[in-house]
């Protein structure tokens, strides 16, 4: 199976894929078809897209430049001012080629303008292809505050073609890795055991499908993220609170996603320990795994203090109460639980173990 289907939503892969934007273009009368890229991704993958769909070298570029820190308002603004100087209309359509802040941004950016106009994804990185250009998530950050801003809308078509990953290196590769295992760790106890016997990210592939397939059921039965879908969540409470110290700190240690995810990801496997009963034995497990493909993040007492001091600004949080998405065993999640400050320390002296 090569199509899948979110809502309104159709994922294609490989030979699908561009046929369907051919069928979106001749069906949709669209004015004007925009593309936007990042500055690397109009480097390495707009040359893909146009030997692949030579169409593409007739739509207007807009680009961005690379990177987390860009995922922004002001970046918003800029791209709204141009589509208006471009005689972007309601009848437009936007195409998001690149990686989770291209995707997330562009999502946003197509969303809010003349209040909708219709978009695409063609993510180009692992982690988009798995995790961030499908479920309609969009917006930005708020400072160093992780997806803060934004909305909920599918894009018209996901198009994933593995071949964009041969523009990638290795840790951008193993970061979206890591959304894979958590997919893994939440719904599919025998995918979590092929995937952490892999010796190489030659086969990706082939799980690709599987990793979206998994998502892509979670959000179809709660797409507002009100009850079963906080379970993609896993790893992410403290995971994007470590990602948002090292993006605010000018001291060279800033992770990718994934990377910060992973870290996260065996703390909070330490709280389904202690607070959901999760056998330490499979809590070990977790941890040995991410460190066989991740190094270990360098987490400073001090860093940790100002790490806590983010929880505060998590999205799950109800009256100012910090709740986490949690593992009763490896495969199966239970959502809404609030652990202890102690748990809380001890999950961090339990990682630097």
């Known amino acids: 199976m090569t199509i899948l289907k979110s809502g309104s939503c159709e994922i294609l892969f490989n030979a699908n894929a561009y046929p369907a934007l051919s069928r979106l273009l001749s069906e949709g009368s669209f ?3 925009f593309l936007l890229v990042d500055s690397n991704t109009r480097t390495a993958c707009l040359p893909v897209l146009g030997k692949a769909f030579p169409e593409a070298g007739k739509w207007d570029v807009l680009e961005i430049p690379a990177g987390e820190s860009f995922k922004t308002l002001h970046t918003c603004l800029d791209l709204w001012k141009q589509l208006a100087s471009m005689g972007a209309d309601r009848k437009s359509l936007l195409i998001n080629l690149g990686g989770g802040v291209v995707t997330d941004l562009g999502g946003f950016v197509a969303s809010a303008y003349q209040r909708g106009i219709r978009f695409v994804n063609i993510p180009t990185t692992l982690l988009a292809m798995v995790d961030a250009s499908v479920g309609g998530k969009t917006g930005v950050d708020l400072g160093n ?5 934004g909305v909920i809308n599918n894009p018209e078509l996901v198009l994933i073609q593995p071949e964009y990953l041969k523009t990638l290196d290795e840790r951008q590769i193993r970061s979206g890795f890591a959304e894979m295992l958590k997919h893994g760790l939440i719904l599919d106890r025998p995918y979590w055991d092929k995937l952490k016997a892999l010796t190489s990210y030659d086969k990706l592939n082939e799980m690709i499908f599987t990793s ?19 379970i993609l969540n896993f790893g992410h409470t403290l995971g994007h609170a470590i990602e948002s110290h090292y993006l605010s700190n000018d001291n060279g240690k800033a992770l990718l996603h ?12 330490y709280l389904s320990a202690v607070q959901c009963g999760m056998p330490m034995a499979q809590c070990e497990e977790v941890k040995a795994t991410f460190f066989k493909f991740f190094p270990k993040v360098d987490i400073s007492e001090r860093d940790q203090a100002d790490i806590l001091s983010l929880l505060r600004y998590d999205k799950k949080n109800v009256k100012g109460h910090i709740l986490f998405a949690l593992l009763r065993e490896i495969g199966k999640a239970q959502t809404d639980q609030e652990v202890s400050a102690d748990q809380l320390h001890a999950c961090f002296d339990y990682y630097r173990e």
């Open 31 to 33: 004015s004007k078809v």
């Open 145 to 149: 505050l992780k997806n803060q801003i």
């Open 212 to 230: 979206v397939a998994l998502k892509k059921d979670v959000v179809e039965a709660d797409p507002r993220e009100q009850g079963l879908r906080k």
């Open 258 to 269: 994934g990377e910060a995810i992973a870290a996260g990801m065996v703390m909070e496997a």
